[in-house]
């Protein structure tokens, strides 16, 4: 099975400045990983797959990057609406695996 | 605009089975480009893919649920669902449904999109 660690935990951050999260893979995945948002009551919601494809609607602040064993999420200039809860998903095999998650709070 | 909702009781006793169906609308289940997932994510705990289905009725269980859980679809409903028998305090977590893109080349899952809002399921006495 593969491990997805992501980090940090919790990533404090200024409303307008650059987020950089981080994803590793215990091996090699190439870009089969998938980025979520998750928000209090609510499921997740696509972000990015392939590493590094914006999903439909996402906005163009997120991008994605990475690829064998380390992946990361950039949001460029952080809205107030992007202050949640973020996993990384690999997918390329069974079982799929997710991240822990990083939670993005306002500083 | 495709929409998935999961209903089902929001408590279960220790040893009996938890059910959950997903309604599934704005796509219809036998579509061929994609997989029907379930996602539970126990309270302090990551999420986890316990399993899913094609609309050929193929399902793939994660080891350690194997012998307790089966997966169904209905396609004259459009819904999918989940039966988990015997279970404990441990199954106690949000399930979440979720469509899964088919990647013709491996035949597993690729990204999962869109996802139900979830349902807290605690099994109590």
């Known amino acids: 099975e593969i491990v997805m660690t992501q980090s940090p935990a919790t990533l404090s951050v200024s409303p307008g400045e650059r987020a950089t999260l981080s994803c590793r893979a215990s091996q090699s995945i190439n870009k089969k990983l998938a980025w979520y948002q998750q928000k209090a009551g609510q499921g997740p919601r696509l972000l990015i797959y392939g590493a590094s494809t914006r999903a439909t609607g996402v906005p163009a602040r997120f991008s994605g990057s990475g690829s064998g064993t380390d992946f990361t999420l950039t949001i460029s200039s952080l809205q107030s609406e992007d202050f949640a809860v973020y996993y990384c998903?690999?997918?390329?095999?069974?079982?799929?695996?997710f991240g822990g998650g990083t939670k993005v709070e306002i500083k | 605009q495709v929409r998935l909702q999961e209903s089902g009781p929001r408590v279960v006793k220790p040893s009996e089975t938890l059910s959950l169906t997903c309604t599934v609308s704005?796509?219809?289940?036998?579509?061929?480009?994609?997989?029907w997932t379930w996602v539970r994510q126990p309270p302090g705990k990551a999420l986890e893919c316990i399993g899913y289905i094609y609309h050929s009725g193929t399902t793939n269980y994660d080891a350690s649920l194997k012998t307790r859980l089966t997966i169904s679809i209905d396609t004259s409903k459009n819904q999918f669902s989940l039966t988990l028998r015997s279970v404990t305090a441990a199954d106690t977590a949000v399930y979440y449904c979720a469509r899964a893109y088919y990647d013709f080349w491996t035949g597993y899952p690729d990204h999962f999109d869109p996802w139900g809002q979830g349902t807290l399921v605690t099994v109590s006495s």
């Open positions: 704005g796509v219809s289940v036998t579509n061929t480009d994609y997989l």
């Open positions: 998903h690999y997918y390329n095999d069974w079982p799929l695996t």
